[in-house]
């Protein structure tokens, strides 16, 4: 009688191929893992930009002055004798994972006259000395580098040049708000020790009184982001969180695997 089974060499050939689809299937499901981590990160970090931006917008109401660092109660816009003008978010963009958040305020009488620029130049907009908030990069990934388009001669010192258009490196954004409305205008700005809020504060007032689309939503910036914790530097994803022309914060949206060799609104160097 005819016995049915498995030789050896078939059982060997089985467990081989099986073995062999368990690898393949366990280092896609890691590299799925990684990339959804990834993603999660850029995205979270997209949504706390929004929602930063949306909140000045809304004016929010901070209820405790030291909340803010105002003498007086801070509450909505024209309402005390301290505005809550919007938020400063700074991070190092050079490696590093966290961004911190500083409300900026004012303490008025002052003109509000002019245009939109003016009205919060004249403002003397002040970086709070309380409340500080910090948001990480989550699952390892950090900045790579930040940039705003410029607009200016790329014979000019501060600037650099890539595919014809001069831009200029970033490590602060200042979403401040109109003391007369809800306009919002962005600034970039670049201090030499984003952890110091007196020289953030020092360089938020340069570009304040500068006044022009140099430091505005006239133009366009981007913050890209990698991650080398889970990949190689050569192999590293990178996306590019972009902050363009406009107002509201779907403005703030997010490009994943830009170019590495061309920089433009929607790309990272």
């Given at each position: 009688m005819k016995r049915d089974g498995f030789t050896i060499i078939e059982v060997i050939i089985f467990l081989a191929i099986s073995g062999l689809m368990l690898t393949v299937a366990m280092v896609g499901s890691g590299s799925l893992?990684?990339?959804?981590?990834?993603?999660?990160?850029?995205?979270?970090?997209?949504?706390?930009?929004?929602?930063?931006?949306?909140?000045?917008?809304?004016?929010?109401?901070i209820r405790q002055s030291s909340e803010v660092g105002c003498g007086g109660s801070a509450r909505q816009t024209g309402t005390d004798d301290c505005i809550l003008l919007g938020k400063v978010i700074s991070f190092n963009h050079d490696g590093g994972t966290d961004a911190v958040v500083r409300y900026v305020t004012d303490q008025?009488?002052?003109?509000?006259?002019?245009?939109?620029?003016?009205?919060?130049?004249?403002?003397?907009?002040?970086?709070?000395?309380?409340?500080?908030?910090?948001?990480?990069?989550?699952?390892?990934?950090?900045?790579?580098?930040a940039s705003r388009l410029t607009g200016v001669s790329p014979s000019d010192s501060g600037a650099l040049v890539k595919q014809g258009s001069s831009y200029a490196l970033v490590n602060n954004i200042a979403f401040?708000?109109?003391?007369?409305?809800?306009?919002?205008?962005?600034?970039?700005?670049?201090?030499?020790?984003?952890?110091?809020?007196?020289?953030?504060?020092?360089?938020?007032?340069?570009?304040?009184?500068s006044a022009n689309t140099t430091f505005t939503t006239g133009t366009q910036a981007n913050i890209?982001?990698?991650?080398?914790?889970?990949?190689?530097?050569?192999?590293?994803?990178?996306?590019?969180?972009?902050?363009?022309v406009g107002q509201g914060s779907v403005s703030i949206d997010t490009k994943y695997e830009p170019s590495r060799n061309v920089l433009s609104a929607a790309e990272c160097n």
């Open positions: 893992a990684r990339q959804a981590r990834f993603s999660d990160s850029v995205n979270t970090f997209q949504s706390t930009l929004q929602r930063e931006y949306e909140e000045v917008v809304n004016g929010v109401n008025p009488p002052y003109t509000a006259t002019g245009t939109i620029l003016e009205q919060i130049n004249a403002a003397n907009p002040k970086l709070s000395s309380s409340n500080a908030q910090t948001h990480q990069l989550s699952w390892g990934a950090s900045f790579q580098t401040l708000r109109s003391p007369n409305s809800s306009q919002i205008i962005t600034y970039y700005f670049y201090a030499d020790d984003p952890t110091d809020p007196a020289d953030v504060e020092l360089n938020l007032r340069q570009a304040v009184s890209c982001i990698r991650n080398i914790e889970d990949w190689s530097v050569a192999s590293s994803p990178v996306a590019a969180i972009r902050l363009g």
